[in-house]
């Protein structure tokens, strides 16, 4: 049997660069890296230093789209195995019948439940009690390949929905860690995924983060928490985009169906704002054009907000 398998690694942002440090490397030998271009060069992306060690590294091939080339050099390198998260491309055919022991892909969701490119932020929102993350095999369809392993764990909403995403990517590398030497011994067992039980999520855009204050206080926070990094949580007044950076809810209080979007005023360093059934409480928010700023500073700024209503 062979000491170490031989893997080519397909990762990108924070996530990727978490499962990459998170390898076990006495038990593989990784012979390349590759990353989607944007997550290095983007000025504005904060995923931008989160692969710089591997920068002089021969290794590292930062790509927008799988060439004739790289695929050959893929098929060269012969590789026992490739390992993908959160690399943000679609592999072509060609490369996933490369490998000896195919593809594997870690998925932050109990697969078949949210196939697709949002499962963290997409279950946050729909309040589910549990997550966790899948260990597959790779295969044409969309994150449809059979199971190698699984991992539940109960959502902490404390979290957002990044520091939930990093602690999903530690467990399935590590997950995958105690899966290299089976690999190598077939001692894994495969299972096919329902697919009649499949749930599917969309990418996520901006407008996604515009709240209505008919939500409840409670999808309101989930949205906040599942798109705490991007695109966050927004209302409109005076024909301007709101940004809601820090806030709290209180869902203690019953508010007439006219008073809904209603300003109430400032409240412990917080501004109140009536919606479905509570209120939220704003202590760091932004008007599009400005900075971030406490509530009683942007109050002290725009006095007339108190008695007005947000859309």
């Known amino acids: 049997m062979k000491n170490k398998l031989n893997i080519i690694y397909m990762g990108s942002g924070l996530y990727g660069s978490i499962v990459l440090k998170e390898l076990d490397n006495t038990q593989i030998d990784i012979k390349a890296i590759y990353v989607k271009s944007k997550q290095i060069i983007s000025r504005k992306n904060k995923s931008v230093s989160f692969f710089q060690e591997y920068n002089n590294d021969l290794r590292l091939h930062i790509i927008s789209r799988f060439s004739e080339s790289n695929i050959k050099m893929i098929q060269t390198s012969a590789p026992d195995l490739i390992l993908v998260a959160s690399f943000g491309l679609i592999l072509p055919d060609s490369i996933l019948k490369i490998p000896t022991y195919g593809v594997i892909n870690i998925h932050p969701s109990l697969l078949p439940k949210y196939r697709g490119p949002s499962p963290i932020s997409t279950a946050m929102i729909d309040g589910e009690k549990f ?29 957002n929905s990044n520091e939930l995403g990093v602690d999903l990517f530690k467990i399935g590398a590590r997950k995958l860690n105690l ?47 599942a798109y705490y990094d991007w695109p966050g949580i927004y209302s409109y007044w005076n024909n301007k985009r ?70």
Do not use: C, W
């Open 179 to 225: 899966l290299f030497s089976k690999l190598m011994t077939n001692e894994i067992t495969e299972y096919s995924q329902n697919n009649s039980k499949a749930t599917y999520t969309k990418i996520i855009k901006k407008s996604d983060g515009h709240i209505l204050l008919l939500d409840t206080v409670g999808e309101i926070y989930r949205k906040y928490k």
């Open 131 to 159: 997550t966790g993350v899948s260990i597959m095999k790779m295969v044409k369809e969309l994150d449809a390949g059979p199971i190698l392993a699984q991992y539940k764990i109960e959502i902490d909403y404390n979290l």
């Open 242 to 311: 709101i940004i809601f950076k820090e806030l709290k809810i209180n869902n203690k209080i019953n508010i007439d169906k006219n008073l809904l979007g209603k300003v109430e005023g400032l409240n412990n360093e917080s501004l109140v704002i009536n919606a479905r059934d509570g209120q939220l409480l704003i202590s760091k928010l932004q008007i599009e054009g400005s900075k971030a700023m406490s509530a009683p500073v942007f109050v002290n700024g725009r006095p007339n907000i108190i008695g007005e209503y947000i859309n």
